[in-house]
């Protein structure tokens, strides 16, 4: 592929030469391969470059001013277009040419082409597959079943104790309300026999008071005769 740069060597325009300047420095800096086709001294090249310029890209006048460049027969540009990829670090894409290994713009490159062609996309697939082919539990992938039933009887094993500590309180709640009932049935004849030993006591002592009532009155008697 041939670098062709129309250039106009006997402008009378400083604006132009240092247009041309520009772009035929820039290229050889960057060891890019051109021709300058000269448009003041040959008809042929001047009459070629403004047939092969695109319509859309010519000045209102319809007549192109150098430097144009083209990549063989390819329209690659003008000086404008020319320095804004040599802005965006993009003047080898400009020119149709692949970028140099190292090269910022073949950095940009390579991400443009991961990009588009969706290489992250594609890593992203091969994790998944990864993922996928390493071996998951049996447990795991049935939603881990087994822990479920041993869940389950643990449950079961909680509530039949519980049902037998609900059997132990009831019978000692159970006990614990006969205790009562006997320890009072105790108590009452404990009572009785406490009122009983009163009344035994309380007779014994009216008896001996009655008898000594009666020794007294004898007494009195005794002394009354007496006198």
């Not at 021709?35 to 001294?41: E, F, G, N």
């Not at 020319?82 to 802005?87: H, S």
């Not at 009785?192 to 014994?204: G, H, I, M, P, S």
Request: with cysteine; net charge negative; proline share 5%.
């Amino acid at each position: 592929m041939v670098i062709k740069v129309f250039l106009a060597s006997s402008s009378g325009s400083t604006a132009i030469k240092k247009k041309q300047q520009d772009v035929v420095g820039f290229l050889e800096s960057l060891k890019v391969d051109y021709a300058p086709l000269d448009i003041a001294c040959n008809e042929e090249n001047r009459m070629w470059m403004r047939q092969n310029v695109p319509e859309e890209k010519k000045p209102s006048n319809g007549i192109p001013l150098p430097p144009q460049i083209f990549n063989e027969e390819g329209y690659c540009g003008d000086y404008e277009t020319f320095f804004d990829a040599k802005e965006d670090n993009m003047v080898y894409a400009f020119l149709g040419l692949p970028p140099p290994p190292g090269s910022k713009e073949a950095e940009q490159a390579n991400k443009a082409l991961i990009v588009e062609n969706g290489t992250h996309a594609e890593e992203t697939n091969a994790e998944e597959s990864l993922d996928e082919s390493i071996e998951v539990p049996v447990e795991a992938r049935n939603g881990n079943a087994h822990g479920e039933e041993e869940e389950q009887a643990a449950d079961e094993e909680e509530e039949e104790e519980g049902e037998g500590d609900e059997e132990v309180a009831e019978e000692e709640v159970t006990e614990g309300d006969e205790a009562p009932a006997d320890y009072e049935e105790e108590e009452e004849e404990e009572a009785v026999e406490e009122t009983d030993e009163v009344t035994e006591d309380t007779q014994a002592q009216a008896e001996e008071e009655e008898e000594e009532q009666e020794e007294e009155e004898a007494e009195v008697q005794e002394e009354e005769e007496a006198e």
